[in-house]
């Protein structure tokens, strides 16, 4: 089923749109038992494509190596009420991440997919919710037990960018 261009686009992200400095927190051994984490500052800009059935996120990541270029593409689809997430990084710039699938509920975007990393399949899962101080908030989490336990590895909260 194709998106109707009448029916009134999905709201689910509307709250990430616009600009926004962005603190991240990245552990700095995955899957390994890792408990230190790097910090370090970036700035994105979101804004809505696919007249609202999607968004297109545009980061620049001031990551301790130097500069990086990243995109995440989002889309729905009205016929199975899910969105999909792409993540395309500079560092690697033919290497689209397979997407993470999913929705929200109360408030919380969670979104699923299978990779793999290290050569090893693992689960990835993005969540997506509102902090207490009213910031988006996003992480990222890995699991090499097909969902039995998770390991956080990505944290992001957005402050507006005119804040």
Known sequence: MAQNPDAAAPADFDFIIGDWRVLHERLDARLSGGTTWTRFEGHTSTRKILGGWGNLEDNLLHL????????????FDAATRTWAIWWLDGRAPHALDAPVKGGFQNGVGLFYSD???????????????????????WEQAFSADGGGSWETNWRMQFIRADA
């Open 115 to 137: 990779d793999s990393f290290e050569g090893r399949p693992i689960r990835v899962r993005f969540t997506w919710r509102i902090g207490p101080d009213g910031h988006p908030r």
């Open 64 to 75: 301790p190596s130097g500069p990086c270029r990243a995109v995440a593409m989002r889309s």
